[in-house]
């Protein structure tokens, strides 16, 4: 078991980037995919991002893609969401998730362990 931090959300205008990070306490990522995952009010958690336990093999979303880029550091235990060009439509909680494999997924419940979230709004 891990826990997961995110850090780095908050407020940004709309066409304005922001990243933010995953790291984990307790034990390492680096064995470990790891998906970020967003939730706005009165809608279902979905896949955003996913990269495998070495950064080989990525996954977007289509509403994403183009705009927001995955990546790893697993030297410093960490996973980035990069999100440029946001939209209204961004905002939402986002969540990094963690699974004991080395291959991504897309199913919420693939994954095994689950950051707090952190918060992101793009102002209009």
């Known amino acids: 078991q891990v826990q997961l931090v995110e850090s780095g959300g908050g407020l940004v205008q709309a066409g304005g980037s922001l990243r933010v990070s995953c790291t984990s306490s307790?034990?390492?990522?680096?064995?470990?995919?790891v998906g970020w995952f967003r939730q706005a009010p009165g809608q279902e958690r979905e896949l955003v991002a996913a990269?495998?336990?070495?950064?080989?093999?990525?996954y977007y979303a289509d509403s994403v893609k183009g705009r927001f880029t995955i990546s790893r550091d697993n030297a410093e235990n960490v996973v980035y969401l990069q999100m440029n060009g946001l939209k209204l439509e961004d905002t939402a909680v986002y969540f990094c998730?963690?699974?004991?494999?080395?291959?991504?997924?897309?199913?919420?419940?693939?994954?095994?362990?689950w950051g707090q979230g952190i918060l992101v709004t793009v102002s209009s």
């Open positions: 998730a963690a699974r004991v494999r080395h291959f991504l997924a897309r199913l919420t419940g693939d994954y095994d362990n």
């Open positions: 990269v495998d336990w070495h950064g080989a093999e990525t």
């Open positions: 307790g034990s390492t990522i680096r064995n470990y995919a």
